[in-house]
């Protein structure tokens, strides 16, 4: 996909296909509302790496990767705010130390200028 070629129904298709029992999860209140909708998906992250599933916190990782370095200004706003910052801004445990080690390199990076500002 092209930069800036995702945006929140792109999101929410890919994050139907791939995790259709986060996707599943969205309330109604939550619906329609990227910011809260991301936040879900924030949720299942911090609850597998609560878990100790690698593999899931793993591919969650790639897959907002993916999203993050195909998305409009919206989405990436939604990835910094309500996912990054969500699940590992400030965490200095292990478990958040493993998993920020997993980091696709994209995200990796905006999680690092998410902490700078």
Not at 10 to 25: C, D, K, N, Q, V
């Amino acid at each position: 996909m092209k930069p800036s070629e995702i945006d929140r129904e792109a999101f929410l298709e890919g994050l139907t296909a791939r995790f259709p029992e986060i996707a599943a999860s969205i309330s109604d209140i939550e619906r329609g509302l990227l910011h809260s909708e991301m936040g879900v998906v924030s949720h299942a992250t911090r609850s597998a790496i609560d878990a100790h599933n690698w593999e899931a916190v793993k591919e969650q990782f790639e897959f907002i990767g993916e999203i993050f370095v195909g998305a409009n200004d919206a989405v990436r706003n939604a990835v910094y705010v309500s996912y990054l910052e969500n699940v590992l801004l400030g965490e200095t445990s292990s478990d958040f130390k493993k998993a920020r080690a997993m980091l696709p390199p994209a995200l990796r990076e905006a999680l690092n200028k998410s902490a700078a500002l």
